[in-house]
């Protein structure tokens, strides 16, 4: 019998009440249990430590996976732990965190979600699942989308060896920073790689509002909490093996994009990808996340002639009243060429375009993998025109969605 509905309470108080209570009526039920089984004179009593016993390892085993990813113990130097910088950027509504974790056996790659805890805080026992939105060298930043760690089968041979990356020149008008970094020769070795995971962390309530309040009341706008992080979890889908790949993302769902963004820059260096043309439709809310991330994440991706990207911001169009005159102004001189669309995408336009252009070019044996991450509206236009494009005899045509944190 239910003592009572948790989905009656407010969403806040469901993560306030949920895992204490959750723990106290473990005990109620164990204790219970064992009163029931009293008068057998313990002849059931073994039908309850199997239970027992799993729970006991289920929390040991996360207690050591919590060390195996936060802690690096060294012969000399003492151990190395996990460092975290959240910094709240205003005018996207987003907030970027930054997690270097204090192990350097994490892999970072597509598919890939992790917990975040922050135990010395309120309600310390809460973690929060992320997707990983991108990653960084941290001894070489601008090496983020040439070397990935990624944990698949496929590359646990490159691991073991050091891995010579020639990157042909791009010549990219828009990112002069990016297109410097490319025409160097860039050697790295994954296995020994430390890297700087990012995530785009949208506040809404709870813990994420709370660590936006931190920021806003940092005068430098970031703080750096003490947190742990869990993972990785979760499974990549294998984009690599199309000839064509549509991206089709909305907000912070674009974490569930560029991870395979990076990678197919890391995989077409090295030849092992079929990857031939990638087209990114990007939707925020703000104008200002695109912004900040084109300058970063996306510099060594805009000019690439396999990639083309699609931006659309639905808030209303930026003039210097409405935003910092001076940035907006440097930033338009640093990207002349890259075009915002204040207007909803096209989803299913984007999608016929791209078969059109399969079937124009005469590549019959060519595929399509679709994949969208974004809101449910989102999906499910691009899940309609996929259905669409199959049944009007479009063949080779695969639909991949992604869920985000």
Not at 42 to 69: E, Q, S, T
Not at 145 to 164: G, N, P, R, T, V
Not at 319 to 340: H, R, S
């Amino acid at each position: 019998m239910e003592l009572f509905d948790l989905q009656c309470l407010p969403q806040a108080c469901q993560s306030s009440v949920h895992y204490p209570g959750n723990t106290s009526f473990c005990g109620i039920l164990g204790d219970r249990g064992e009163h029931h089984t009293k008068p057998f004179d313990g002849k059931f009593n073994d039908y309850l430590w199997p239970v027992v016993a799993i729970w006991a390892f289920d929390r040991f085993a996360r207690v050591l996976r919590l060390v195996y990813c936060n802690l690096h113990f060294r012969f000399s130097g003492g151990p190395v732990a996990t460092k975290t910088t959240a910094t709240y950027l205003r005018d996207a509504d987003v907030i970027r965190l930054e997690i270097v974790p204090g192990s350097g056996l994490l892999n970072p790659g597509p598919g890939q979600h992790y917990f975040i805890y922050q135990p010395a805080a309120w309600k310390g026992w809460e973690n929060h699942p992320f997707t990983l939105g991108a990653w960084h060298s941290v001894n070489q930043p601008n090496t983020a989308a040439m070397i990935s760690a990624s944990s698949s089968s496929d590359e646990e041979d490159l691991k073991k060896k050091e891995i010579a990356v020639d990157v042909q020149s791009v010549n990219s008008p828009m990112t002069p920073i990016g297109a410097n970094f490319m025409n160097q020769k860039r050697t790295s070795m994954v296995r020994d790689a430390e890297y700087k995971l990012v995530f785009f962390v949208r506040p809404y309530s709870s813990w994420t509002q709370r660590l936006k309040q931190k920021c806003l009341n940092s005068a430098t706008g970031s703080v750096n909490p003490k947190a742990l992080i869990e993972g990785p979890y979760g499974e990549r889908s294998p984009l690599h093996l199309y000839e064509n790949v549509v991206l089709i993302v909305g907000g912070t769902g674009l974490s569930g994009a560029l991870p395979y963004l990076l990678d197919h820059i890391r995989r077409a260096a090295i030849g092992e990808t079929r990857t031939r043309h990638i087209t990114l439709v990007w939707c925020a809310k703000q104008a200002a996340m695109i912004r900040d991330v084109a300058a970063r994440e996306l510099q060594m991706i805009l000019g690439r002639e396999d990639v083309h990207v699609y931006f659309h911001a639905t808030s209303q169009y930026e003039t210097p009243t409405t935003v910092d005159a001076g940035n907006l102004e440097k930033w338009m001189l640093a990207y002349p060429q890259l075009i915002i669309s204040y207007r909803r995408p096209n989803i299913k336009h984007t999608i016929f375009s791209v078969l059109n252009y399969v079937h124009t070019a005469g590549s019959a044996g060519d595929r399509v993998a679709i994949l969208t991450c974004g809101p449910a509206a989102m999906a499910d236009e691009a899940r309609c025109a996929v259905h669409q494009a199959l049944k009007e005899g479009n063949k080779g045509v695969e639909y991949f969605e992604e869920t985000f944190g």
